[in-house]
């Protein structure tokens, strides 16, 4: 059996952001163009991604400019396992910030995905940014000296 040594190698935190507005547009999961203030269960899309072995260690959903929908207006966090793997239902109707939640879950290169649920689909205003903090397993950007 090899003998373990102490670990010498450091590596920063990697961010990623994702800013939209409700208005804004984008391809979907089911592969339709769909604004992220639509309202239906097919309001998924796909926003930010990770690559093999990253291993969230923080993050938020920032709403900048809450949703105007006239119904609830909510996001989930979480990848193609698991739609709320980091964050359940969040209501976007107040401008605010909340955590996501980091689950220790190695990933295997999919996508941070939000996962919406506007009651009424007929949001025309609202800004929201999603930050991701992660490390990827195995890497290393500088050795520590004993």
């Not at 670990?7 to 769909?34: C, I, K």
């Amino acid at each position: 059996m090899p003998q373990l040594r102490k670990n010498s190698a450091r590596q920063y935190p990697l961010v990623a952001e994702f800013t939209f507005s409700l208005t804004d547009t984008m391809v979907a999961t089911d592969g339709a163009v769909r604004a992220f203030g639509a309202g239906g269960a097919s309001a998924v899309f796909d926003a930010i991604n990770l690559p093999t072995n990253a291993v969230l260690i923080g993050g938020e959903v920032v709403v900048e400019t809450a949703s105007n929908d006239s119904g609830t207006a909510t996001v989930a966090v979480g990848d193609s396992g698991n739609a709320t793997r980091y964050l359940a239902a969040t209501s976007i109707k107040a401008a605010g910030r909340t955590a996501l939640v980091p689950t220790g879950y190695r990933g295997n290169g999919e996508d941070l995905r939000l996962t919406f649920a506007n009651a009424g689909g007929n949001a025309t205003a609202g800004t929201v940014t999603v930050r991701a903090l992660y490390t990827i397993t195995g890497r290393s950007h500088e050795v520590q000296p004993n």
